[in-house]
């Protein structure tokens, strides 16, 4: 590998602006709003990137924009040399129950993007029992959605997603809905197949304690239109286990984030304050 190949990052984006057309605002006297400013980050190949924010940022229209969903006002996204047409995307939404197909068991669910590929019908379950296999995976091939669990339909949908062989895995706040103990678990097993896989995920988090425990690097974004404030690494050792989160070095990073996250929704913490909250 040349140097420059070394050094170009897997993940590049650059200078990402986007505008919502909305109806004037008689106040501002101008319709649209802004909801991402100038974002700009870059992350290498098979890193764990978090990404927090203060409500309605802008983080999930930044998720849609990577997905194909939006289109940008400005900036350049490349991922894995391709762009954003080119690339494999999997999108796995914080709500389940709607990213999954009811009608289908859980192994018909797991063949969906085997058969969008065109991959025979005949092959489709060996293929899906071969990844489970490899990931240590097992599910109930003839259970519907509908009864599992939520923590598991979320590893459901996360695996489907996988299957797809994307070259960048988005979690836009997957596990927000579900409860404490599934929500330890389920840490474990996404670093799991995270290392098992070696895919990139880009995973938006409400939570700072998670967003800073799971990743090689945290994107702190601002209000909106969001901005990145500041991008911050993780160091801990993997596999990663729950001593991390006792070490001074998990707590310096996650207090850090704390802070930048308490400044930018400062605004709001007064508007409560004044509310009578
Ligand atoms: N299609 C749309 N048209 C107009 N405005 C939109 C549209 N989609 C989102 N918005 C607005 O853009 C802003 C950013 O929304 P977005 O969902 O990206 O924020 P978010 O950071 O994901 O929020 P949350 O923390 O609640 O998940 C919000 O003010 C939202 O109301
Ligand atoms: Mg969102």
Excluded at 16 to 35: F, I, M, N, Q, W
Excluded at 124 to 145: G, I, N, Q
Aim: with cysteine; charged share 25%; hydrophobic share 40%.
């Amino acid at each position: 590998m040349n140097n420059m190949a070394q050094k170009r990052p897997y993940l590049s984006v650059r200078g990402v602006s986007k505008h919502y057309d909305t109806a004037p605002d008689p106040r501002l006297g101008s319709g649209g709003l802004r909801v991402l400013d100038n974002i700009s980050f870059t992350a290498q190949k098979g890193e764990f990137v978090t990404i927090v924010g203060p409500n309605g940022c802008g983080k999930t229209t930044f998720f849609r924009m990577l997905a194909g969903l939006e289109d940008l006002d400005y900036g350049r996204i490349i991922i894995g040399g391709k762009t954003i047409e080119e690339a494999k995307i999997s999108y796995i939404f914080q709500n389940y129950r709607e990213s999954l197909y009811p009608w289908r068991t859980c192994m018909g669910n797991l063949m969906v993007p085997l058969e969008l590929d065109g991959v025979p019908r005949r092959e489709r379950k060996k293929k899906v029992e071969e990844f489970l296999w490899r990931l240590d995976m097992s599910v109930r091939e003839d259970a519907y959605p509908y009864e599992l669990s939520g923590g598991q339909q979320q590893m459901l949908s996360i695996l489907r997603g996988l299957i797809y062989e994307p070259d960048i895995l988005l979690l836009d706040e997957p596990f927000s809905s579900l409860d404490f103990q599934t929500t330890l678990y389920i840490h474990d097993k996404i670093m799991e197949i995270w290392e098992k896989t070696g895919v990139t995920i880009l995973f938006i988090s409400h939570n700072i304690h998670e967003a800073v425990y799971l990743a090689d690097k945290v994107v702190v974004f601002s209000k909106r239109p969001a901005r990145v404030v500041e991008v911050l690494e993780t160091n801990f050792p993997r596999p990663r286990t729950y001593k991390a989160t006792e070490s001074d070095q998990f707590f310096e990073v996650r207090t850090r984030v704390m802070e930048l996250f308490r400044e930018e929704i400062m605004d709001s913490l007064l508007f409560m304050e004044l509310s009578g909250f």
